[in-house]
């Protein structure tokens, strides 16, 4: 059993039936449907997700959260053989929120913990909605970064369904990345709704959603890809930087 928590901007629980691949884990320690198309082809049987898309509560719901999603999937926190976590990019105090959860579960329980990107996440999900049949096709992600700005990524789906990941996550004006963005034939993620000029969306779909964490943590362990860093991928220092040097309060 896995449990899948992402705060990268909403605060995301989900629960699976199923393991990653070996060897993907650190040391220490719309949703998807069950049974729908995705969960087949990861060998992951998503189980019960709850969300909470509240800003700036994430240390308060996310605890009562985790509960409220094992209770809907029937599980105990001593069935849980995994944790994943997204690892944003997002706002430094609601990330570290779920990043410090995460670890601290993992820990108390002696399971292994993965991490990955949300940008990877929401990618994940937009395409799970495209039908096989239409070939490649190529998704861009815009996550509310504040200050008028956006963390993005780009990917593309293969002929064989591999999602490769074609742009690295990076924080940008909207104006600035706007013509890559476009480009794909998709475009979801909160920095669509905040800049609907620059940024048109494709998909009505904003935040992460933890089951298609789990489905694309999944994926990524499956072709061999390292998932064992939870650091967290802020691109930026946080906006309370500490003071370089001390200030006189006498202005010498």
């Known amino acids: 059993m896995l449990l899948g928590i992402d705060t990268s901007g909403a605060v995301s629980v989900a629960v699976a039936r199923g393991e990653l691949a070996a060897g993907s884990a650190s040391s220490s320690g719309a949703a998807p449907a ?4 995705a969960s087949a082809h990861t060998g992951l049987d998503i189980l019960a997700v709850r969300s909470d898309t509240r800003s700036r509560h994430h240390d308060e719901v996310l605890l009562a959260l985790v509960e409220e999603t094992l209770q809907a999937a029937g599980v ?26 995460a670890r601290s579960i993992a820990s108390v329980l002696g399971v292994p913990l993965h991490g990955l990107s949300s940008l990877d996440a ?3 999900e937009a395409l799970a909605a495209v ?8 998704v861009g992600v815009a996550l509310d970064a504040r200050r008028r700005e956006v963390y993005h990524a780009r990917y593309r789906r293969e002929v064989d369904g591999e999602i490769l990941r074609i742009a690295e996550p990076a924080v940008d004006a909207p104006a600035e990345v706007a013509a890559e963005l476009t480009a794909c034939d998709l475009l979801v993620g909160s920095g669509t709704a905040l800049y609907p000029e620059l940024l048109p969306a494709t998909v009505e779909l904003e935040h992460v959603d933890a ?38 309060a006498l202005g010498r």
């Open 122 to 124: 929401l990618a994940h």
């Open 131 to 138: 039908p096989a049949e239409r070939g490649p096709v190529t």
């Open 34 to 37: 069950q049974g729908d198309a």
């Open 211 to 248: 089951g298609h964490l789990l489905l694309a943590a999944s994926a990524l362990a499956a072709r061999g890809e390292d998932l064992t860093s939870t650091e967290p991928m802020y691109l930026r220092e946080p906006d309370a930087a500490k003071p370089t040097a001390r200030k006189s």
């Open 76 to 101: 105990t926190r001593g069935e849980l053989t995994g944790v994943v976590v997204g690892r944003g990019p997002g706002p430094f105090t609601g990330l570290r929120v779920g990043l410090v959860s």
